[in-house]
């Protein structure tokens, strides 16, 4: 199995096209390397996004706030911005897992995942 570090976002997206189906994105790891663990994805080449520069920011704009895709759980958690003004989402970075699966599991891939089971 080949594991690539892209540096940007188009590097990501050229490997994904390149190998098809057979390439998928890594962030935390915490799902995907239980389901190939478990034979459930069988991936020839795993593109990890976390080296991305960007990716791990959240981003406070006049108008919006941007949560990059390689933001965890516990960034989030831990971000004083989105404590005093989004404590619902902060709430929620609290309620995944504990200490170390928010150290490392990405909000944007659990938006992408399917129920794999009952937390
Ligand atoms: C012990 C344990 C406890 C857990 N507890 C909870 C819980 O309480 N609540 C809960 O909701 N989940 C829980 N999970 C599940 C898991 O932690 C979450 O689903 C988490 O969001 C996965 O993040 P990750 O970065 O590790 O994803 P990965 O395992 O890296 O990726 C998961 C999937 O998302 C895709 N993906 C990753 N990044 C992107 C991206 N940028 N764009 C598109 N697709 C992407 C991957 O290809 C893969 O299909 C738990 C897992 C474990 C092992």
């Known amino acids: 199995m080949d594991y690539l570090f892209p540096t940007t976002v188009a590097q990501a997206i050229a490997i994904l096209s390149e190998r ?27 593109v990890d996004i976390t080296r991305i520069p960007g990716l791990d920011q959240i981003a406070v704009g006049d108008e919006w706030v941007t949560v990059g895709a390689a933001v965890t759980f516990e960034m989030l958690r831990e971000s004083a911005y989105l404590r005093a003004c989004v404590p619902a989402l902060v ?14 599991a990405t909000w ?12």
Do not use: F, N
């Not at 891939?109 to 089971?117: A, D, F, G, H, N």
């Open 20 to 46: 098809g189906g057979r390439a998928r994105l890594i962030a935390g790891g915490t799902d995907l390397m239980v389901a190939i663990h478990e034979g459930k994805i069988d991936a020839e080449t795993l």
């Open 91 to 104: 709430d929620a970075a609290r309620s995944v897992g504990a200490a170390p699966i928010q150290a490392m």
């Open 108 to 119: 944007w891939s659990r938006w992408r995942w399917r129920p794999r089971r009952a937390w």
